[in-house]
């Protein structure tokens, strides 16, 4: 049997509002609705000052839509757009605020037994952002560190595709999902929860409700680093994903053409305002070589990002290639670090990693050496 939004609605009618009585249903606080199979997901608008109020509302309708025929999964979000509060109340809620950090921003909560969080960002889609975060993260599971991977690319979820992972995340206990592995990493990305071909028509608060529970309602266990691939510009869920999130550094992707440095430029601007220390920028499609002569050819141009990292004075990461053998084990699901590591290409990928490591400031134990059947 399949569940419809107006099934959902018609459980939410037995969820009540606390002050006022009203049921949920009736409230016009219900966002979007997606289903996808047996899978349901929505978010309840809130005013900021109601969370602690509605959470028992949440999990009322979480249950509620939990027991219709044909639902096997409920995610249900609080999403507050936040009123203007009166003196007194913005003295409570100051007095309540955690300690600001540099630059006045207040200091985000971790996530629990997760060391150090890093973004892996871009100003603009199609420079390559996930392939990097994906082949990084790996590489750092080379080094010794214990990852895993969080795809905060709502609109184009890519770590399913990357990783080629089939399947749907465990349910641990209540709403906390088991993270799906892949060469030693731990990954978590919407692209598990929806059906690959269902669109994420979602608005501001659904993608930042999204992104934030799979970030804390994951067992992602004891790690040193999650590497986060954000989605590209610097929009709405970008810049709460670097208020809310603590986080350690962000990489920025770039390809070497003017128009991508420019977007670049922004990434860099945003994480400044929100007290994020850049890591760096790394240069990629930085130039091809042909696999039949040998010829360099700078197809983007070559170098605007170590100039453009000079002249804003971050750190220069690296350059990638542009190269047949990244994509076609990208589109593969065999990351070139995991399936290829003694390429060149691959190596590229570990010299990242190990400027990225030394950025964050801690050695760790060998790893052993992944070995691809």
Known sequence: ????????????????????????????????????????????????????????????????????????????????DKAPASAGMQARQQA??????????????????????????????????????????VALSGLGLKVGVLDADIYGPSMPKIFGIKGKPQVVSG???????????????????????????????????AITQMLREVAWGELDVIVVDMPPGTGDAQLTMAQQVPLAGAVIVSTPQDLALLDA?????????????????????????????????????????RHEAERLQVPFLGEIPLAMPIRETSD???????????????????ALARQVQASLGGATRAAPRIVIE
Request: glycine share 12%.
């Open 265 to 305: 430029r922004r990434g860099v601007a945003m994480f400044r305002k929100v007290a994020v220390p850049i890591l760096g920028l790394v240069e990629n499609m930085s130039y091809f070589i042909c696999p039949e002569c040998g010829h360099q050819s700078d197809i983007f141009a070559h170098g605007g990002a």
């Open 1 to 80: 049997m399949t569940v419809s939004r107006a099934d959902v609605l018609r459980a939410l009618e037995l969820v009540k509002l606390p002050a006022s009585g009203q049921s949920l249903a009736a409230s016009g606080r219900i966002g979007d609705v997606l289903i996808d199979g047996g899978k349901v997901i929505f978010s309840i608008g809130i005013d900021a000052t109601e969370a602690n109020a509605m959470e028992p509302v949440r999990r009322a309708a979480e249950s509620a839509v939990s027991g219709l025929p044909g639902v096997t999964q409920v995610l249900v979000g609080l999403t507050a």
């Open 175 to 209: 709403r906390t999902l088991a993270p799906m592995e892949a060469y030693g990493l731990k990954i978590m990305s919407i692209g598990f929860l929806v059906d690959e071909e269902t669109p994420m028509i979602w608005r501001g608060p659904m993608v930042i409700s």
């Open 96 to 137: 309540q605020r955690p300690s600001p950090g540099p630059g006045g921003v207040p200091k985000p909560t971790g996530v629990p037994g997760v060391k150090q969080i890093i973004a892996v960002a871009s100003g603009k889609g199609g420079v390559g952002k996930s392939t990097t975060a994906a082949n990084l993260a």
């Open 332 to 350: 593969g699901g065999r990351p070139i670090v995991a399936s290829d590591p003694q390429s060149q290409h691959a190596k590229a990928y570990v």
